[in-house]
């Protein structure tokens, strides 16, 4: 999760760094407005830097490496993500990677699968403490 965030970013300065320094030259202050200025008509230049932010800071890219890192910060201390994340996880991965072909959505159903798989281990390894000494 985290290296697919952190990629989908990458890209996004490899392909659109100079769309993004313009908000730097311009300020960061509306610089992708939610409507032309004054009912003006849209233009090329318009219509990429919208594209620009929703391929970067308004896509999931930082959300997902804030789950990644989420995920890694519990895992280090035994605790597993909730299986729900994970199913959550892989049906928005999936449904992205078929309606945007071709597409590394689909790297991100492995990272939902290994984090349903992970829950499920807990519950098991739980259920078997549980079994062994069911007064805890």
Request: hydrophobic share 55%; net charge neutral.
């Amino acid at each position: 999760m985290i290296t697919l965030g952190a990629g989908h970013l990458a890209l996004l300065t490899a392909f659109a760094g100079e769309g993004v320094g313009d908000w730097v030259d311009r300020g960061p202050w509306a610089a992708v407005p939610l409507a032309p200025a004054d009912g003006a008509d849209r233009t090329a230049e318009s219509l990429r830097n919208e594209v620009t932010f929703w391929a970067g800071p308004g896509s999931f890219a930082v959300p997902l490496i804030l789950l990644g890192w989420l995920t890694w910060h519990l895992a280090g201390r035994g605790v597993a993500v909730p299986a729900g994340i994970g199913w959550a996880l892989a049906a928005w991965c999936l449904v992205g990677g078929v309606l945007l072909v071709p597409s590394p959505y689909f790297a991100g159903v492995v990272a939902g699968a290994l984090v349903v798989l992970a829950a499920r281990g807990a519950n098991r390894a739980r259920a078997a403490r549980d079994r062994e000494d069911p007064l805890t």
